[in-house]
């Protein structure tokens, strides 16, 4: 299965890669990038697929800020909960045994 998936990903990386030399050899006219205090010189393909992937990795960047992390936090929080009731049940289980043995206990000695 892992030897299909790093072939699927490497098709995928091909033809993206194919793309981009496509929209960089078609699109090399010079374009200019003004900065207001700073002027590029640019290859419109390289400048598109600059922002492009400028843009897909501040998107990416910006849901794993406001999506996965917190998710991830909130995961942790439940999980640490859950691990201390846990904690507390087996406590309480095991005083309510220790009562019942104890009872258990007494009643058998005041048998006779």
């Keep these: 299965m892992t030897s299909i998936k790093k ?7 091909l033809v993206l890669l194919v793309i981009a030399i496509a929209v ?3 699109n090399a ?15 419109l393909g390289f400048t598109l697929l600059l ?3 400028l843009g897909v990795l ?11 992390w917190p998710a991830h936090r909130e995961k942790m929080h439940w999980k640490r909960k859950y691990h201390q009731l846990e904690q507390s ?11 019942v043995l104890q009872e258990n ?8």
């Design 7 to 13: 072939i699927f990903t490497l098709i995928i990386v």
């Design 24 to 26: 960089s050899s078609l």
């Design 29 to 43: 006219d010079r374009v200019v990038l003004d900065l207001h205090w700073y002027q590029l010189n640019w290859p």
């Design 51 to 53: 922002f492009l992937s």
């Design 58 to 68: 501040l998107g990416v960047m910006l849901g794993w800020f406001f999506w996965t």
């Design 89 to 99: 049940h087996e406590k309480e289980v095991a005083d309510l045994q220790q009562k």
């Design 105 to 112: 206990s007494q009643e058998q000695a005041k048998l006779p």
